[in-house]
Protein backbone atom coordinates (compact mmCIF):
# COMPACT_ATOMS: atom_id res chain seq x y z
CA UNK A 1 0.00 0.00 0.00
CA UNK A 2 1.26 3.29 -0.69
CA UNK A 3 1.50 5.88 2.15
CA UNK A 4 -1.51 8.34 0.54
CA UNK A 5 -3.96 5.21 0.06
CA UNK A 6 -3.03 4.82 3.65
CA UNK A 7 -4.59 8.19 4.40
CA UNK A 8 -7.62 7.46 2.19
CA UNK A 9 -8.33 3.85 4.17
CA UNK A 10 -7.94 6.01 7.69
CA UNK A 11 -10.72 8.41 6.02
CA UNK A 12 -13.17 5.75 4.99
CA UNK A 13 -12.75 3.79 8.19
CA UNK A 14 -13.71 7.12 9.94
CA UNK A 15 -16.25 7.96 7.78
CA UNK A 16 -17.93 4.33 8.35
CA UNK A 17 -17.52 4.90 12.11
CA UNK A 18 -19.15 8.32 11.73
CA UNK A 19 -22.42 6.41 9.56
CA UNK A 20 -22.83 3.98 12.04
CA UNK A 21 -22.82 6.07 15.07
CA UNK A 22 -25.32 8.52 13.62
CA UNK A 23 -27.09 5.08 12.40
CA UNK A 24 -27.13 4.62 16.21
CA UNK A 25 -28.34 7.76 16.94
CA UNK A 26 -31.48 7.97 14.67
CA UNK A 27 -31.88 4.26 15.99
CA UNK A 28 -31.74 5.84 19.97
CA UNK A 29 -33.86 8.50 19.49
CA UNK A 30 -36.89 6.91 17.96
CA UNK A 31 -36.62 4.60 21.08
CA UNK A 32 -36.63 7.34 23.20
CA UNK A 33 -39.18 9.67 21.91
CA UNK A 34 -41.67 6.44 21.47
CA UNK A 35 -40.92 5.68 25.23
CA UNK A 36 -40.56 9.41 26.49
CA UNK A 37 -37.65 8.10 28.29
CA UNK A 38 -35.30 11.04 29.50
CA UNK A 39 -32.35 9.03 30.05
CA UNK A 40 -32.12 7.39 26.86
CA UNK A 41 -32.21 11.14 25.74
CA UNK A 42 -29.67 12.25 27.45
CA UNK A 43 -27.12 9.35 25.93
CA UNK A 44 -28.23 10.85 22.71
CA UNK A 45 -27.40 14.25 24.01
CA UNK A 46 -24.33 12.77 24.81
CA UNK A 47 -23.26 11.32 21.89
CA UNK A 48 -23.67 14.09 19.79
CA UNK A 49 -20.53 15.65 21.09
CA UNK A 50 -19.01 12.40 19.56
CA UNK A 51 -20.68 13.10 15.98
CA UNK A 52 -19.44 16.93 16.41
CA UNK A 53 -15.80 15.16 16.72
CA UNK A 54 -16.02 12.76 13.63
CA UNK A 55 -16.88 15.52 11.51
CA UNK A 56 -14.16 17.90 12.68
CA UNK A 57 -11.58 14.70 13.08
CA UNK A 58 -12.37 13.82 9.29
CA UNK A 59 -12.22 17.77 8.51
CA UNK A 60 -8.78 17.56 9.84
CA UNK A 61 -7.83 14.25 7.85
CA UNK A 62 -9.13 16.04 4.79
CA UNK A 63 -7.31 18.67 5.16
CA UNK A 64 -3.79 17.39 5.35
CA UNK A 65 -4.59 14.67 2.56
CA UNK A 66 -5.60 17.99 0.28
CA UNK A 67 -2.78 19.98 1.66
CA UNK A 68 0.58 16.79 1.81
CA UNK A 69 -0.88 14.30 -1.27
CA UNK A 70 -2.62 16.88 -3.68
CA UNK A 71 -5.28 14.30 -4.92
CA UNK A 72 -6.28 14.64 -8.66
CA UNK A 73 -9.23 12.50 -10.17
CA UNK A 74 -11.24 9.58 -8.28
CA UNK A 75 -9.21 10.59 -4.85
CA UNK A 76 -10.14 14.20 -5.04
CA UNK A 77 -13.84 13.32 -5.63
CA UNK A 78 -13.12 10.78 -2.79
CA UNK A 79 -11.87 13.67 -0.49
CA UNK A 80 -14.51 16.32 -1.88
CA UNK A 81 -17.49 13.66 -1.41
CA UNK A 82 -16.71 12.82 2.54
CA UNK A 83 -15.84 16.67 3.61
CA UNK A 84 -19.76 16.60 2.52
CA UNK A 85 -21.00 13.45 3.48
CA UNK A 86 -19.33 14.14 6.92
CA UNK A 87 -21.25 17.52 7.14
CA UNK A 88 -25.08 15.91 5.66
CA UNK A 89 -24.07 12.96 8.76
CA UNK A 90 -23.22 15.89 11.18
CA UNK A 91 -26.08 17.50 10.26
CA UNK A 92 -28.12 14.31 11.01
CA UNK A 93 -27.09 13.78 14.24
CA UNK A 94 -28.05 17.44 15.17
CA UNK A 95 -31.69 16.72 14.14
CA UNK A 96 -31.58 13.53 16.27
CA UNK A 97 -30.15 15.66 18.99
CA UNK A 98 -32.77 18.23 19.07
CA UNK A 99 -35.67 15.46 18.97
CA UNK A 100 -33.79 13.70 21.63
CA UNK A 101 -33.71 17.39 23.50
CA UNK A 102 -37.44 17.93 23.75
CA UNK A 103 -38.33 14.66 25.83
CA UNK A 104 -35.04 15.37 28.19
CA UNK A 105 -35.21 19.30 28.32
CA UNK A 106 -38.80 20.09 27.78
CA UNK A 107 -40.62 16.82 29.34
CA UNK A 108 -42.39 16.28 26.11
CA UNK A 109 -44.35 12.85 25.98
CA UNK A 110 -45.77 12.04 22.73
CA UNK A 111 -49.42 10.27 22.94
CA UNK A 112 -49.88 7.02 21.45
CA UNK A 113 -53.14 7.97 19.50
CA UNK A 114 -50.98 10.95 17.45
CA UNK A 115 -47.69 8.52 16.67
CA UNK A 116 -49.21 6.26 14.07
CA UNK A 117 -51.80 8.57 12.30
CA UNK A 118 -48.32 11.06 11.79
CA UNK A 119 -46.08 7.84 10.81
CA UNK A 120 -43.40 8.75 12.68
CA UNK A 121 -42.53 5.30 13.49
CA UNK A 122 -42.34 4.80 9.48
CA UNK A 123 -40.01 7.96 9.14
CA UNK A 124 -37.56 6.55 11.45
CA UNK A 125 -37.88 3.19 10.04
CA UNK A 126 -37.48 4.91 6.38
CA UNK A 127 -34.62 7.10 8.10
CA UNK A 128 -32.55 3.81 9.23
CA UNK A 129 -32.91 1.77 5.78
CA UNK A 130 -31.85 5.03 3.63
CA UNK A 131 -28.66 5.03 5.81
CA UNK A 132 -28.13 1.28 5.51
CA UNK A 133 -28.30 2.02 1.57
CA UNK A 134 -26.15 4.17 1.82
CA UNK A 135 -23.39 2.88 4.05
CA UNK A 136 -23.21 0.03 1.79
CA UNK A 137 -23.61 2.13 -1.44
CA UNK A 138 -20.35 4.23 -0.42
CA UNK A 139 -18.71 0.62 0.21
CA UNK A 140 -19.54 -1.32 -2.53
CA UNK A 141 -19.88 2.16 -5.05
CA UNK A 142 -23.18 -0.04 -5.87
CA UNK A 143 -24.99 3.37 -7.82
CA UNK A 144 -28.74 1.61 -7.84
CA UNK A 145 -28.53 1.62 -4.05
CA UNK A 146 -27.41 5.23 -4.00
CA UNK A 147 -29.79 6.13 -6.00
CA UNK A 148 -33.04 3.71 -4.72
CA UNK A 149 -32.83 6.36 -1.18
CA UNK A 150 -34.17 9.24 -3.78
CA UNK A 151 -37.41 6.94 -3.73
CA UNK A 152 -37.41 6.63 -0.26
CA UNK A 153 -36.88 10.45 0.41
CA UNK A 154 -40.34 11.48 -1.49
CA UNK A 155 -42.06 9.35 0.82
CA UNK A 156 -40.52 11.27 3.56
CA UNK A 157 -41.22 14.53 2.14
CA UNK A 158 -45.18 13.05 0.88
CA UNK A 159 -45.58 12.53 4.49
CA UNK A 160 -44.37 16.00 6.00
CA UNK A 161 -46.42 17.38 3.20
CA UNK A 162 -49.56 16.27 4.41
CA UNK A 163 -48.35 16.92 7.87
CA UNK A 164 -50.62 20.25 7.92
CA UNK A 165 -54.13 18.65 6.89
CA UNK A 166 -53.18 15.39 9.50
CA UNK A 167 -52.71 17.69 12.41
CA UNK A 168 -56.27 19.62 11.66
CA UNK A 169 -57.84 16.19 11.48
CA UNK A 170 -56.21 15.57 14.47
CA UNK A 171 -57.37 18.51 16.26
CA UNK A 172 -60.75 18.30 15.15
CA UNK A 173 -61.45 14.73 16.53
CA UNK A 174 -59.33 14.69 19.38
CA UNK A 175 -60.60 18.18 20.42
CA UNK A 176 -56.74 18.68 21.15
CA UNK A 177 -56.21 22.41 21.67
CA UNK A 178 -52.81 22.92 23.11
CA UNK A 179 -51.19 24.39 20.67
CA UNK A 180 -47.33 23.73 21.76
CA UNK A 181 -47.61 19.90 21.41
CA UNK A 182 -48.93 20.09 18.08
CA UNK A 183 -45.59 22.53 17.04
CA UNK A 184 -43.51 20.01 18.69
CA UNK A 185 -45.56 17.35 16.31
CA UNK A 186 -44.60 19.29 13.19
CA UNK A 187 -41.17 20.28 14.34
CA UNK A 188 -40.51 16.44 14.94
CA UNK A 189 -41.98 15.71 11.37
CA UNK A 190 -39.86 18.41 10.05
CA UNK A 191 -36.44 17.63 10.97
CA UNK A 192 -37.01 13.98 9.81
CA UNK A 193 -37.77 14.92 6.38
CA UNK A 194 -34.88 17.31 7.00
CA UNK A 195 -32.53 13.90 7.93
CA UNK A 196 -33.97 12.40 4.19
CA UNK A 197 -32.95 15.33 2.27
CA UNK A 198 -29.50 15.17 3.78
CA UNK A 199 -28.95 11.65 3.24
CA UNK A 200 -30.26 12.18 -0.21
CA UNK A 201 -27.18 14.81 -0.66
CA UNK A 202 -24.82 11.91 1.00
CA UNK A 203 -26.69 9.84 -2.04
CA UNK A 204 -25.44 12.07 -4.52
CA UNK A 205 -21.87 12.52 -3.31
CA UNK A 206 -21.55 9.16 -3.60
CA UNK A 207 -22.36 9.24 -7.11
CA UNK A 208 -20.15 11.86 -7.81
CA UNK A 209 -17.53 9.78 -6.06
CA UNK A 210 -17.67 7.00 -8.13
CA UNK A 211 -19.64 8.41 -11.69
CA UNK A 212 -17.80 11.58 -11.19
CA UNK A 213 -21.49 13.02 -11.96
CA UNK A 214 -23.14 15.95 -10.75
CA UNK A 215 -26.68 15.36 -10.23
CA UNK A 216 -27.81 17.68 -7.50
CA UNK A 217 -30.44 20.32 -7.88
CA UNK A 218 -30.99 19.23 -11.41
CA UNK A 219 -34.54 18.47 -10.93
CA UNK A 220 -35.37 21.19 -8.88
CA UNK A 221 -33.75 23.53 -11.67
CA UNK A 222 -35.97 22.09 -13.95
CA UNK A 223 -39.35 22.90 -12.10
CA UNK A 224 -38.38 26.50 -11.57
CA UNK A 225 -37.68 26.71 -15.28
CA UNK A 226 -41.40 25.27 -15.28
CA UNK A 227 -42.57 27.61 -12.96
CA UNK A 228 -41.53 30.72 -14.55
CA UNK A 229 -42.15 29.41 -18.02
CA UNK A 230 -45.78 28.80 -16.94
CA UNK A 231 -46.13 32.62 -15.10
CA UNK A 232 -44.49 34.45 -18.47
CA UNK A 233 -47.18 32.20 -20.38
CA UNK A 234 -50.32 33.50 -18.32
CA UNK B 1 -24.98 19.99 -23.20
CA UNK B 2 -23.64 17.96 -19.89
CA UNK B 3 -25.23 18.96 -16.96
CA UNK B 4 -22.02 21.02 -15.81
CA UNK B 5 -22.07 23.17 -18.66
CA UNK B 6 -25.81 24.00 -18.17
CA UNK B 7 -24.94 25.60 -14.51
CA UNK B 8 -21.99 27.12 -15.72
CA UNK B 9 -23.96 28.91 -18.60
CA UNK B 10 -26.60 29.95 -15.56
CA UNK B 11 -23.87 31.47 -13.17
CA UNK B 12 -22.48 33.10 -16.92
CA UNK B 13 -25.98 34.61 -18.14
CA UNK B 14 -26.96 35.74 -14.59
CA UNK B 15 -29.64 38.15 -15.10
CA UNK B 16 -29.89 38.30 -18.98
CA UNK B 17 -31.30 34.76 -19.45
CA UNK B 18 -32.02 35.50 -22.83
CA UNK B 19 -27.55 36.25 -24.14
CA UNK B 20 -26.53 33.46 -26.28
CA UNK B 21 -23.36 31.58 -24.10
CA UNK B 22 -20.80 30.06 -26.08
CA UNK B 23 -19.88 26.56 -23.96
CA UNK B 24 -17.43 24.30 -24.74
CA UNK B 25 -20.38 21.40 -26.15
CA UNK B 26 -21.54 24.39 -28.56
CA UNK B 27 -18.45 25.24 -29.83
CA UNK B 28 -17.37 24.20 -33.75
CA UNK B 29 -15.04 21.64 -33.86
CA UNK B 30 -12.01 23.22 -35.39
CA UNK B 31 -10.38 23.63 -38.69
CA UNK B 32 -6.64 21.63 -39.16
CA UNK B 33 -5.47 25.58 -39.93
CA UNK B 34 -6.48 26.57 -36.47
CA UNK B 35 -3.70 24.24 -34.78
CA UNK B 36 -0.36 25.21 -34.55
CA UNK B 37 0.91 21.32 -34.67
CA UNK B 38 -0.68 18.48 -36.28
CA UNK B 39 1.10 14.96 -35.89
CA UNK B 40 -0.87 12.37 -37.96
CA UNK B 41 0.27 8.50 -38.10
CA UNK B 42 3.20 8.87 -36.27
CA UNK B 43 6.02 6.64 -35.77
CA UNK B 44 9.46 7.17 -34.76
CA UNK B 45 12.21 3.88 -34.54
CA UNK B 46 15.37 4.07 -33.42
CA UNK B 47 16.80 1.20 -34.88
CA UNK B 48 14.87 -1.81 -34.23
CA UNK B 49 13.60 0.17 -31.87
CA UNK B 50 9.68 1.80 -31.93
CA UNK B 51 9.92 4.91 -29.42
CA UNK B 52 6.42 6.30 -30.79
CA UNK B 53 3.32 4.27 -32.29
CA UNK B 54 0.73 5.97 -34.60
CA UNK B 55 0.54 9.03 -32.38
CA UNK B 56 -2.46 10.97 -34.07
CA UNK B 57 -2.70 14.60 -31.71
CA UNK B 58 -3.14 18.51 -32.66
CA UNK B 59 -1.65 21.78 -30.51
CA UNK B 60 -3.42 25.16 -30.18
CA UNK B 61 -1.53 27.84 -30.80
CA UNK B 62 -1.03 30.30 -27.82
CA UNK B 63 -1.39 27.80 -25.13
CA UNK B 64 0.69 25.31 -22.82
CA UNK B 65 0.54 21.65 -23.64
CA UNK B 66 2.18 19.25 -21.15
CA UNK B 67 3.37 15.66 -21.55
CA UNK B 68 3.34 13.49 -19.10
CA UNK B 69 4.34 9.50 -18.40
CA UNK B 70 6.54 7.55 -17.24
CA UNK B 71 10.42 7.12 -17.92
CA UNK B 72 11.02 5.60 -21.39
CA UNK B 73 7.20 6.41 -22.86
CA UNK B 74 8.31 8.63 -25.59
CA UNK B 75 7.37 12.07 -24.61
CA UNK B 76 10.37 13.38 -25.04
CA UNK B 77 10.78 12.01 -28.08
CA UNK B 78 7.80 13.28 -29.32
CA UNK B 79 8.88 16.53 -28.46
CA UNK B 80 12.18 16.55 -30.02
CA UNK B 81 10.54 15.67 -33.23
CA UNK B 82 9.01 19.24 -33.62
CA UNK B 83 12.33 20.88 -34.23
CA UNK B 84 14.04 17.85 -35.64
CA UNK B 85 16.32 17.57 -32.61
CA UNK B 86 16.00 13.99 -32.81
CA UNK B 87 17.97 13.84 -36.65
CA UNK B 88 21.42 13.76 -34.56
CA UNK B 89 20.50 10.41 -32.90
CA UNK B 90 21.78 6.88 -35.32
CA UNK B 91 19.31 4.46 -36.75
CA UNK B 92 16.56 7.42 -36.16
CA UNK B 93 13.86 6.76 -38.39
CA UNK B 94 10.37 8.76 -38.66
CA UNK B 95 7.24 7.69 -39.95
CA UNK B 96 3.92 9.64 -40.82
CA UNK B 97 3.06 13.72 -41.00
CA UNK B 98 4.20 16.02 -38.74
CA UNK B 99 3.12 19.68 -39.29
CA UNK B 100 4.20 22.94 -37.79
CA UNK B 101 2.27 26.00 -39.04
CA UNK B 102 0.76 24.21 -41.72
CA UNK B 103 4.32 23.06 -43.08
CA UNK B 104 5.53 19.21 -42.89
CA UNK B 105 8.53 19.30 -41.35
CA UNK B 106 9.87 16.21 -42.43
CA UNK B 107 8.83 16.17 -46.28
CA UNK B 108 8.84 19.48 -47.59
CA UNK B 109 11.73 21.62 -48.49
CA UNK B 110 12.57 23.53 -45.21
CA UNK B 111 15.80 25.00 -43.41
CA UNK B 112 16.51 23.35 -40.37
CA UNK B 113 17.71 26.57 -38.84
CA UNK B 114 14.72 28.65 -39.55
CA UNK B 115 12.77 25.75 -38.22
CA UNK B 116 14.72 25.96 -34.94
CA UNK B 117 14.43 29.67 -35.03
CA UNK B 118 10.94 29.27 -35.24
CA UNK B 119 10.10 26.44 -32.69
CA UNK B 120 12.93 26.61 -30.05
CA UNK B 121 14.02 24.77 -27.00
CA UNK B 122 14.96 24.71 -23.36
CA UNK B 123 16.30 22.07 -22.18
CA UNK B 124 16.57 20.67 -18.43
CA UNK B 125 19.68 21.53 -17.26
CA UNK B 126 20.48 25.29 -17.62
CA UNK B 127 22.52 25.86 -20.36
CA UNK B 128 23.88 29.17 -20.85
CA UNK B 129 27.00 29.71 -22.91
CA UNK B 130 30.08 30.85 -21.33
CA UNK B 131 29.62 34.43 -22.63
CA UNK B 132 28.56 37.19 -20.45
CA UNK B 133 24.76 37.46 -20.44
CA UNK B 134 24.26 40.22 -22.96
CA UNK B 135 25.68 37.97 -25.35
CA UNK B 136 23.96 35.03 -24.31
CA UNK B 137 21.24 37.13 -25.31
CA UNK B 138 22.77 38.21 -28.50
CA UNK B 139 23.97 35.06 -29.67
CA UNK B 140 20.75 34.23 -32.23
CA UNK B 141 20.91 37.42 -33.42
CA UNK B 142 23.81 37.04 -34.30
CA UNK B 143 23.90 34.04 -35.61
CA UNK B 144 20.80 35.64 -38.01
CA UNK B 145 23.11 38.00 -39.23
CA UNK B 146 21.62 41.11 -37.62
CA UNK B 147 24.24 43.75 -36.77
CA UNK B 148 22.10 47.01 -35.73
CA UNK B 149 23.49 47.44 -32.36
CA UNK B 150 20.54 49.36 -31.60
CA UNK B 151 17.79 46.59 -32.39
CA UNK B 152 19.74 43.56 -30.73
CA UNK B 153 20.20 46.06 -27.40
CA UNK B 154 16.42 46.81 -27.19
CA UNK B 155 16.01 42.79 -28.19
CA UNK B 156 18.16 41.68 -25.19
CA UNK B 157 16.52 44.41 -22.32
CA UNK B 158 12.96 43.10 -23.83
CA UNK B 159 13.65 39.71 -23.66
CA UNK B 160 15.19 39.26 -20.47
CA UNK B 161 12.05 41.78 -19.45
CA UNK B 162 10.02 39.00 -20.36
CA UNK B 163 11.43 36.36 -18.77
CA UNK B 164 11.42 39.05 -15.33
CA UNK B 165 15.11 39.09 -15.26
CA UNK B 166 15.93 42.27 -16.43
CA UNK B 167 15.53 43.90 -12.89
CA UNK B 168 18.39 41.69 -11.46
CA UNK B 169 20.66 42.06 -14.11
CA UNK B 170 20.48 44.90 -15.89
CA UNK B 171 23.70 46.54 -14.15
CA UNK B 172 25.37 43.35 -15.02
CA UNK B 173 25.02 42.65 -18.34
CA UNK B 174 29.05 42.27 -19.09
CA UNK B 175 29.21 39.53 -16.14
CA UNK B 176 29.63 35.86 -16.91
CA UNK B 177 25.98 33.95 -17.73
CA UNK B 178 27.71 30.65 -15.61
CA UNK B 179 27.88 32.90 -12.32
CA UNK B 180 24.12 33.64 -12.15
CA UNK B 181 22.27 31.25 -10.23
CA UNK B 182 20.03 27.85 -11.90
CA UNK B 183 17.31 29.34 -11.95
CA UNK B 184 18.85 32.57 -13.30
CA UNK B 185 20.62 30.61 -15.70
CA UNK B 186 17.22 28.97 -16.83
CA UNK B 187 15.49 32.28 -17.20
CA UNK B 188 18.64 33.46 -19.06
CA UNK B 189 18.27 30.42 -21.30
CA UNK B 190 14.53 31.49 -22.22
CA UNK B 191 15.05 35.04 -22.81
CA UNK B 192 18.11 33.40 -25.67
CA UNK B 193 15.24 31.77 -27.18
CA UNK B 194 12.60 34.74 -26.92
CA UNK B 195 15.02 36.52 -28.66
CA UNK B 196 14.57 35.24 -31.62
CA UNK B 197 11.08 35.29 -31.79
CA UNK B 198 9.99 31.69 -32.38
CA UNK B 199 6.53 30.50 -32.77
CA UNK B 200 6.96 27.55 -30.73
CA UNK B 201 8.74 27.44 -27.60
CA UNK B 202 9.62 23.08 -26.49
CA UNK B 203 10.54 22.98 -23.16
CA UNK B 204 11.82 19.31 -21.63
CA UNK B 205 10.86 19.33 -17.83
CA UNK B 206 12.40 23.04 -17.53
CA UNK B 207 11.98 22.97 -13.27
CA UNK B 208 13.82 19.53 -12.35
CA UNK B 209 16.84 20.83 -11.94
CA UNK B 210 15.70 23.99 -10.29
CA UNK B 211 14.40 24.65 -6.03
CA UNK B 212 10.70 25.67 -5.44
CA UNK B 213 11.04 29.70 -6.10
CA UNK B 214 13.13 29.35 -9.61
CA UNK B 215 10.25 26.61 -10.40
CA UNK B 216 7.61 29.14 -9.37
CA UNK B 217 9.38 32.21 -11.22
CA UNK B 218 9.25 29.48 -14.23
CA UNK B 219 5.89 28.36 -14.08
CA UNK B 220 4.88 32.12 -13.79
CA UNK B 221 6.67 33.08 -16.91
CA UNK B 222 4.90 30.02 -19.46
CA UNK B 223 1.38 31.58 -17.90
CA UNK B 224 2.58 35.16 -19.18
CA UNK B 225 4.31 33.79 -22.38
CA UNK B 226 1.03 31.61 -23.12
CA UNK B 227 -0.67 34.90 -24.44
CA UNK B 228 2.05 35.10 -27.29
CA UNK B 229 3.38 31.72 -27.85
CA UNK B 230 2.78 27.70 -28.35
CA UNK B 231 3.86 26.13 -25.52
CA UNK B 232 4.58 22.29 -25.17
CA UNK B 233 6.01 20.95 -21.85
CA UNK B 234 7.88 17.76 -20.78
CA UNK B 235 7.07 17.01 -17.26
CA UNK B 236 7.53 14.76 -14.66
CA UNK B 237 5.95 16.74 -11.85
CA UNK B 238 2.25 16.03 -12.33
CA UNK B 239 0.94 19.39 -10.00
CA UNK B 240 3.10 21.13 -12.37
CA UNK B 241 1.57 19.71 -15.50
CA UNK B 242 -1.79 20.29 -13.33
CA UNK B 243 -0.73 24.25 -12.96
CA UNK B 244 0.74 25.54 -15.60
CA UNK B 245 -0.96 23.13 -19.05
CA UNK B 246 -4.18 24.03 -20.62
CA UNK B 247 -3.83 20.42 -22.01
CA UNK B 248 -2.35 17.34 -21.27
CA UNK B 249 -1.20 14.05 -23.35
CA UNK B 250 -0.42 10.91 -21.18
CA UNK B 251 2.28 8.90 -22.84
CA UNK B 252 2.84 5.25 -22.14
CA UNK B 253 5.23 2.82 -23.56
CA UNK B 254 5.03 4.72 -26.98
CA UNK B 255 1.53 4.93 -26.88
CA UNK B 256 -0.99 8.33 -26.65
CA UNK B 257 -3.19 6.93 -24.28
CA UNK B 258 -5.01 9.82 -23.56
CA UNK B 259 -4.84 13.88 -24.52
CA UNK B 260 -7.20 16.54 -24.00
CA UNK B 261 -8.15 19.60 -21.14
CA UNK B 262 -6.03 19.16 -18.32
CA UNK B 263 -9.09 19.77 -16.05
CA UNK B 264 -11.06 16.70 -17.62
CA UNK B 265 -7.15 14.38 -17.68
CA UNK B 266 -6.89 15.97 -14.08
CA UNK B 267 -10.62 15.26 -12.53
CA UNK B 268 -12.07 12.57 -15.02
CA UNK B 269 -9.56 10.86 -17.13
CA UNK B 270 -11.18 8.33 -19.41
CA UNK B 271 -8.75 5.28 -19.87
CA UNK B 272 -7.94 3.82 -16.48
CA UNK B 273 -4.10 3.56 -17.04
CA UNK B 274 -4.17 8.13 -17.08
CA UNK B 275 -6.15 7.91 -14.06
CA UNK B 276 -3.62 5.27 -12.30
CA UNK B 277 -0.23 7.31 -13.20
CA UNK B 278 -1.68 10.47 -12.09
CA UNK B 279 -2.99 9.38 -8.87
CA UNK B 280 0.16 7.96 -8.45
CA UNK B 281 -0.97 3.98 -8.53
CA UNK B 282 1.17 3.10 -11.19
CA UNK B 283 3.15 -0.23 -11.10
Redesign the interface.
Known amino acids: M?P??YDIENIRILTFEMLDLVKDQIHLTKEALLTSDPELSGEIMRKEKRVNSYEISIDREIEDFLALQ????????FAMAVLKISSSLERIGDHAYRISSYVFEDDFKITKDIVEILHIPTMFDEIDDMLINITDAFESGDIQLAKRVFKQDKFLNKINKKLPSIVQDYQKKSKKTDVEYLIYLSRIVGKLERCGDMIKNIAEEIIFYYE????K??KK?KQITRKLEKSENN | MNYRSETQELIMKKDTMDTPVETNETKKPKKDQEYKIITRNLDVFYGEFQALKNINMKILPYSVTALIGPSGCGKSTYLRVFNRMNDYIDDFRIEGDVIVDRKNIYTEKIEIEQLRKDVGMVFQKPNPFPKTIFENVAYGLRIQGVKDKHFINEKVESSLKQVTLWDEVKDNLKKNALALSGGQQQRLCIARTLAVEPEVILMDEPTSALDPISTGKIEELLFDLKNEYTIVIVTHNMQQAARVSDHTAFFYMGDLIEEGKTTQIFTKPSNKRTENYITGRFG
Open positions: KFEAPVASDLRSKVIHRN
